[in-house]
């Protein structure tokens, strides 16, 4: 089930950031706080907000990497572009994209589960191939249209980006 918000309302997420709770089973690690963070992202969320300081060193590292890539690789795509939500993905995998006007897509990919192959439609012709911001290599193109991986592992998550063709004219993947 999908909850929706107007654009005109800013949505903030204020992921766990912090350890040693007795309300929480477990602390959270890095990878999970990144996790989180992009679903959030993927969802809507304007601005991030980590509950409570101080954190673990883990989590203040993976927090600050990330940041650097939000605020560089994907600063156009989330403050100038239109969001495009991906066809859904079967599976346990959440998957958001968002073009800008020279022809590029980024696309957030967080899966919540270990997953065989997963293929993501992104409904655009691909010029080249993927480059890896944040998580691990092992994404390619099939098809021209579509993202593929042979395997994810839970919590795992990524930021890509893609040169996307917005005319349809038919080009090879580089």
Known sequence: RQISFSP???VWSVPQGFPG???????????EWVAM???AVNHGAKGIV???WP???EIEEASGRLAGVI??????FLLEAEKRKIVPVEGEVNAAGWENTDGEMLVIIVAYRDEGKVVLDLGLLVQSGVT??????GWGVEGNRQLIRDEVKGIESWVLVLKVDKMGEERAVG
Do not use: I, Y
């Not at 605020?71 to 156009?76: D, F, V």
């Not at 890896?132 to 290599?137: A, C, E, F």
């Open 8 to 10: 005109s309302k800013p």
């Open 132 to 137: 890896v911001k944040w998580g691990s290599r």
């Open 21 to 31: 709770q007795d309300f929480w089973q477990k602390d959270p690690k890095g990878e």
């Open 50 to 52: 980590s509950w409570l």
């Open 71 to 76: 605020m560089g690789a994907g600063r156009k």
């Open 37 to 39: 963070t992009l679903l």
């Open 55 to 57: 954190s673990t060193q």
